[in-house]
């Protein structure tokens, strides 16, 4: 298939091509770009005066783990009272059919970095990485990454001071080591066990560089604590949440290599560990050579926002003063940038070749708040264009009498 003439957004960083063309084959990328030959047979979609651009991928996401916030049995995000911390597994509670994942499709979504909540401890559990197709194959990557929480939540969650989680933290890890030198001999199964020894194997994956370790943190100075981790555990790949003071150590995050998931906007003081909170982290941070990925979990409004906050980092650097990302490097920080945080940049969040073909037809601007998604395809096949939003909305636009009452309608 070749979608040819319209607008490509790589999503690599790069600037907008104008009538450019995006070769699929075999629900892969083959080539995208201005000059793309179109092979010989395919099938050619005209997407003259259209953007075409690579998916959404929503980072820290709740997607396919919750259906209401208020009501806890269609909630698995969190797990307070769970004896077992580290090894949770989110995976295996992804429900392809939950409400939300057709609409936030329809935003032009195609992939979510779906992340546990901490409740009981600092250590959140396991996240995956998701795809949002209509079908019942939803996670492309399980147990993709190891969530933990420090500064003041992390705190709290210790028993009360930073001091706490970091002893924990770092016990926590030691004991995954000595898991590890002597499975026969760890503990793990007593009620008095700190960790459990699925929690010690999950660790371990940390330890070995396997999975990336995401670490939120607010405040400066615990950035600088949790990059110190690596010079005693070499080959945790560490990614930072968060990190509304992270333009103050942007140097040495980026001397670190380390990638950072934040938030677009922060810019208010809500918590001591933010008081130096602007709209112009995310910008330094990019400025300073940091990775950034755009994350748009907690958000009421639901995943597809990100690209409002990427395009206001656009916009902000029309303010005198403000610091913010040029049209590439925005969109880049929704598509590529969380996927290569966790490491997976080769496989998801571009139109590069190869990538898995997440693919949306736009009918302008995708940073744009009028723009709307006219097709979307995940892994390279096409996806419905509908939603239970959407059919409620048709259900009620306009309402006619009969026999019986609107809700009593049979599908």
């Known amino acids: 298939?070749?979608?040819?003439?319209?607008?490509?957004?790589?999503?690599?960083?790069?600037?907008?091509?104008?009538?450019g063309t995006v070769v699929i084959a075999n629900g892969r990328i083959v080539a995208a770009g201005r000059g793309v030959a179109v092979p010989a047979g395919a099938q050619v979609i005209d997407a003259t005066g259209k953007w075409v651009a690579a998916g959404i991928v929503s980072a820290m996401s709740d997607l396919s783990l919750i259906d209401a916030d208020g009501v806890s049995e269609s909630n698995d995000v969190g797990a307070r009272n769970s004896p077992y911390k580290a090894s949770i597994d989110v995976s295996v509670a992804v429900n392809p059919a939950g409400v939300k994942v057709a609409n936030e499709r329809l935003g032009g979504v195609t992939r979510a970095i779906v992340s546990p909540s901490a409740g009981g401890s600092i250590f959140a559990g396991q996240g995956a990485v998701i795809d949002l197709g209509a079908d019942a194959d939803a996670v492309t990557r399980p147990r993709a990454f190891q969530y933990v929480e420090l500064g003041e939540d992390g705190g709290r969650l210790a028993g009360g001071s930073r001091p706490?989680?970091?002893?924990?933290?770092?016990?926590?890890?030691?004991?995954?080591?000595?898991?590890?030198?002597?499975?026969?001999?760890?503990?793990?199964?007593?009620?008095?066990?700190?960790?459990?020894?699925?929690?010690?194997?999950?660790?371990?994956?940390?330890?070995d560089g396997t999975v990336p370790l995401l670490v939120?943190?607010?405040?400066?100075?615990?950035?600088?604590?949790?990059?110190?981790?690596?010079?005693d555990y070499p080959r945790v790949r560490l990614v930072l949440v968060g990190a509304n003071e992270g333009w103050l150590v942007a140097p040495e995050i980026a001397a670190a290599g380390v990638p950072v998931i934040a938030d677009a906007l922060a810019d208010l003081p809500i918590a001591f560990e933010s008081l130096a909170a602007t709209e112009s982290?995310?910008?330094r941070l990019r400025a300073a050579g940091v990775r950034v990925g755009l994350m748009g979990g907690g958000t009421q409004s639901g995943d597809h926002v990100l690209r409002q906050f990427a395009g206001n980092l656009v916009a902000i650097t029309r303010i005198p003063g403000a610091t913010g990302l040029e049209w590439g490097q925005a969109f880049a920080a929704i598509t590529s940038g969380p996927a290569a945080a966790i490491g997976m940049d080769g496989e998801i969040g571009s139109l590069r070749p190869g990538r898995r073909a997440d693919v949306v037809l736009w009918d302008g601007d995708p940073l744009e708040l009028s723009s709307a998604a006219e097709a979307v395809w995940i892994d390279g096949r096409p996806q419905p264009m509908d939603s239970r939003q959407k059919q409620l909305r048709d259900r009620y636009l306009v309402p006619v009498e009969g026999a019986l009452p609107k809700a009593y309608e049979r599908r």
């Open 164 to 207: 706490a989680a970091y002893a924990l933290l770092r016990d926590s890890l030691a004991q995954a080591q000595d898991y590890r030198r002597s499975p026969a001999a760890f503990d793990g199964r007593s009620g008095d066990a700190l960790l459990k020894r699925a929690d010690a194997q999950a660790l371990l994956r940390v330890l």
């Open 1 to 19: 298939m070749a979608i040819t003439g319209g607008t490509v957004a790589i999503g690599d960083g790069s600037a907008p091509v104008e009538r």
């Open 216 to 231: 939120h943190v607010q405040r400066a100075s615990d950035i600088r604590i949790v990059l110190g981790l690596r010079r």
């Open 281 to 283: 982290n995310v910008g």
